[in-house]
């Protein structure tokens, strides 16, 4: 069964720090994998997309990682800010028309 | 703007009373599914569609219908709604080919059946 874990589901960290966040997945046959940001109640805004040939991409002060031979993927968040407390979700897509499978969520804190 | 769009936000109904949320997208993809966020089970899918008039079960289907007559559209049917059914709900979007393109989502529906 596919199947997408995170770890932690939580996390407090104090402003400033660099923190990272992970994803694991039990089948590596990936088509590609996204990470998106989610507040509380709101909709689902989509920060990193990682193509299955990739190894990481980039976007200001986020890097996102992708392992597919161990099943892991990393997102890292440098210099953190209260901004950035929110639930950040992973998401795998196995192929071209496929469904997107979704971890449960990292709940990040940033405290001022 | 590239754009999900879904009306309404939020919505409260009663029990048994026919309901549509909507969802449109102006970016010309084949791709279109319905989610529903639950606390505890996450993020789970509804129904898919790969293009016009073609449309498939997801892992959730039970209670709920689609249709994609047109492109840009992909409503969500409730035809019978059951408190069961209380949720938050996401349209979502792609392209068909390559796989540097992701989904793009809409803002969401909250539903609270009475």
């Known amino acids: 069964k596919q199947e997408v874990t995170q770890i932690p589901a939580a996390l407090s960290v104090p402003e400033g720090e660099n923190l990272v966040l992970n994803c694991s997945f039990t089948?590596?046959?990936?088509?590609?994998l996204q990470w998106f940001r989610q507040d509380p109640g709101k909709g689902l805004t989509s920060l990193l997309l990682i193509q299955s040939s990739q190894r990481e991409q980039t976007s200001g002060r986020l890097n996102a990682s992708l392992d597919k031979s161990s099943g892991r993927s990393t997102l890292y968040i440098a210099a953190s800010q209260p901004g950035d407390s929110a639930t950040y979700l992973c998401?795998?897509?196995?192929?071209?028309?496929?469904?997107?499978?979704f971890g449960q969520g990292t709940e990040l804190s940033v405290k001022p | 703007e590239a754009q999900v769009t879904q009306n309404p936000r939020y919505l409260i109904t009663v029990t048994g009373k026919k309901l549509t949320v909507t969802c449109s997208q102006n970016m010309n993809h084949e791709y279109m599914s319905w989610y529903r966020q639950d606390p505890g089970l996450g993020l789970r899918q509804i129904y898919y569609s790969m293009n016009v008039e073609v449309t498939d079960k997801g892992d959730v289907p039970e209670g709920y219908k689609v249709s994609r007559k047109e492109k840009r559209n992909f409503p969500l049917i409730l035809e019978s709604p059951s408190p069961n059914q209380t949720s938050l709900y996401f349209c979502?979007?792609?392209?068909?080919?390559?796989?540097?393109?992701?989904?793009?989502f809409g803002s969401g529906t909250r539903l609270t059946v009475v």
């Open positions: 998401a795998v897509r196995y192929n071209q028309g496929g469904k997107l499978i």
């Open positions: 979502a979007s792609t392209f068909k080919g390559g796989g540097n393109y992701g989904y793009t």
């Open positions: 089948d590596s046959a990936i088509y590609n």
